[in-house]
């Protein structure tokens, strides 16, 4: 386990997290990121939003098979973007490609587990207060993604069993001090 990264993605920016990511599993670390629909963007929701559409269209004129292709769902876009950052024609780069794996939500192997946030990529401290930002899995939403509303119904899910472990920690540390 000790090569072994999980990072929450939530309330991360895209580019910075990519960029930590792609530096760790270049030096042999194993990175698992979840939650990369939380995964956010700085910019406001249209001007990104355009952007992913514009790239969206781009495709190969004589036969559109071909290529080049482009992911709806949040975790091949960061995957994408990741990639873009290693050399990964190389097999340096195809190697570290490997050691890489990105999730939506989060899954029940990794639910119990500690989860790692990236001080350097977090928007609440690297972007100004006043600046807009949007949101890798909206943006996936409106461009063809449907998984969002499952994944949002599992959140709330976990996020009532969270609750009720936390609250019963909170009466087992009670009666410790009593």
Known sequence: MKNFLLVDGKGHLFGRLASLCAKEVLNGRKVVILRSDKIEISGRYKKNKFKMLSKFK??????????????QNPSRILWKGIRGMLPHKIKKGTNALKRLRIYEGVPLAFSKMKKVIVPAALRVLKLSPSRKFSLLGEIAHEIGWSNKPLLDQLDEKMQVINRKFFLQKKKKKKKCFL
């Not at 559109?64 to 992911?71: I, R």
């Open 58 to 71: 781009k495709r190969t004129n004589t036969n559109p098979k071909h290529g080049p292709f482009h992911f």
